[in-house]
């Protein structure tokens, strides 16, 4: 229980259950926006971490996008067969498989993204512009406990794929 009983449980087991509550109901409500453009959210996370990456691998897309390799496999090939994602592997190492939007994966990004800002305004009304960046201090504190290595963890918080790539050496 919680020592000043605001929360119905102690505060850390409170802050893990809403955070849950709000990632898995924000899921399920954009994955129903997504619909009327045929994508699910598995594969709107491919597509919007490819956009912003430019050239991803498939472990730059499984990190950033929290993701196992398996399921993005999957995204990633129906992407592929949509026209709307390439896989390339380069000639110096086949191990590797890069992936790049098309033009139509990136008009489908501007189409989604849309929609996911509409959306997203939606979701934080009530929440000021102090408050959000307190509680996304806080979440990139989190991460960082939580990866298993710091630059790993520099690179999911700042969203950055040259980090990534580096902390990978």
């Not at 899921?27 to 926006?33: N, S």
């Not at 709107?44 to 430019?54: D, K, L, P, Y």
């Not at 995204?75 to 390439?86: E, F, I, N, T």
């Amino acid at each position: 229980m919680d020592a000043e009983a605001e929360f119905g449980l102690n505060v850390p087991e409170y802050f893990f259950y809403l955070l849950f509550q709000a990632v898995r109901r924000r899921d399920a409500a954009f994955e129903r926006a997504l619909a009327p453009l045929e994508l699910n959210l598995g594969q709107w996370r491919a597509i919007s971490t490819v956009r912003r990456c430019g050239t991803c691998s498939m472990s730059d897309l499984a990190a950033f996008t929290a993701v196992d390799r398996t399921t993005l496999t999957r995204s990633v090939d129906q992407l592929v067969r949509r026209g709307l994602m390439v896989r390339e592997t380069p000639a110096t190492d086949r191990r590797q498989v890069h992936l790049t939007l098309t033009d139509r994966g990136r008009a489908m990004y501007d189409k989604a993204v849309d929609q996911l800002l509409e959306f997203n305004r939606t979701a934080l009304e009530g929440v000021d512009e102090t408050r959000r960046r307190e509680i996304s201090r806080g979440l990139a504190t989190v991460i960082g406990n939580l990866a298993p290595d710091p630059k790993v963890a520099e690179a999911l918080i700042r969203f950055e794929p040259d980090l990534m790539r580096a902390a990978r050496g």
